[in-house]
């Protein structure tokens, strides 16, 4: 049993608390998105030293902001776009791109179904690379979303390594839900189009 007083509380109560003067509030909220907020940073800018410095300066951030905060509003959205803000700004900082792992990566799809990016990719028409060793096809697939444009990049592993819904992006980037879709479409396309194109290349 947690001897945290405010574990029961919900991310929107713990915000408001904060916002109010409750200090305590904020390391409820440290331990209560360690894990998961800290994962998506590691993953997000390939950088487990890097990502520990955001991580904290999202927190950083979050406090300079509470007056901001709204009641009613979601809180991981809010959360996770500070943490991302926080990403770019860093990496602009040391003058890197993002990176990406495809392993486990899933998206919701219109029906609300979990789906694997292989999977996505391979339902598009017969896979052109059936044949071809399964860590090549990681390689390439990262390789394809590393050059994408961070505008794609970002909705790319938003919503394809960290399983975030369409609505929860859209309100972390601050763009119209049919944007992000939009962009997912065009980034699918992208990577389609290479599996297409090493799908030419004769087997070994």
Same mark, same amino acid.
């Given at each position: 049993?947690?001897?945290? $007083?405010?574990?029961?509380?919900?991310?929107?109560?713990?915000?408001?608390?904060?916002?109010?003067?409750?200090?305590?509030?904020?390391?409820?909220?440290?331990?209560?998105?360690?894990?998961?907020?800290?994962?998506?940073?590691?993953?997000?800018?390939?950088?487990?030293?890097?990502?520990?410095?955001?991580?904290?300066?999202?927190?950083?951030?979050?406090?300079?902001?509470?007056?901001?905060?709204?009641?009613?509003?979601?809180?991981?959205?809010?959360?996770?776009?500070?943490?991302?803000?926080?990403?770019?700004?860093?990496?602009?900082?040391?003058?890197?791109?993002?990176?990406?792992?495809?392993?486990?990566?899933?998206?919701?799809?219109?029906?609300?179904?979990?789906?694997?990016?292989?999977?996505? /990719?391979?339902?598009?028409?017969?896979?052109?690379?059936?044949?071809?060793?399964?860590?090549?096809?990681?390689?390439?697939?990262?390789?394809?979303?590393?050059?994408?444009?961070?505008? /794609?990049?970002?909705?790319?592993?938003?919503?394809?390594?960290?399983?975030?819904?369409?609505?929860?992006?859209?309100?972390?980037?601050?763009? $119209?839900?049919?944007?992000?879709?939009?962009?997912?479409?065009?980034?699918?396309?992208?990577?389609?189009?290479?599996?297409?194109?090493?799908?030419?290349?004769?087997?070994?």
């Amino acid at each position: 049993m947690s001897n945290d $007083p405010l574990a029961r509380r919900t991310d929107e109560e713990l915000l408001l608390l904060l916002r109010e003067g409750y200090k305590e509030a904020m390391g409820t909220l440290v331990r209560r998105y360690q894990r998961e907020l800290f994962g998506y940073l590691r993953r997000y800018v390939n950088d487990e030293h890097l990502a520990e410095d955001i991580f904290q300066l999202t927190f950083v951030a979050l406090y300079a902001k509470i007056n901001q905060y709204e009641k009613g509003r979601p809180a991981r959205p809010w959360i996770y776009a500070i943490a991302t803000n926080q990403a770019i700004d860093a990496m602009r900082r040391v003058g890197r791109r993002a990176t990406v792992s495809i392993e486990s990566a899933e998206v919701e799809n219109q029906e609300g179904e979990r789906r694997g990016l292989g999977e996505l /990719l391979e339902s598009k028409e017969t896979n052109p690379l059936e044949h071809a060793d399964l860590s090549e096809l990681r390689t390439l697939v990262r390789a394809t979303v590393d050059r994408l444009p961070e505008f /794609l990049r970002v909705v790319v592993i938003l919503a394809y390594y960290q399983g975030l819904k369409y609505q929860d992006i859209a309100d972390i980037l601050d763009i $119209p839900l049919g944007t992000v879709k939009s962009r997912l479409h065009t980034a699918l396309a992208k990577l389609h189009e290479s599996w297409s194109l090493v799908g030419s290349v004769p087997e070994l």
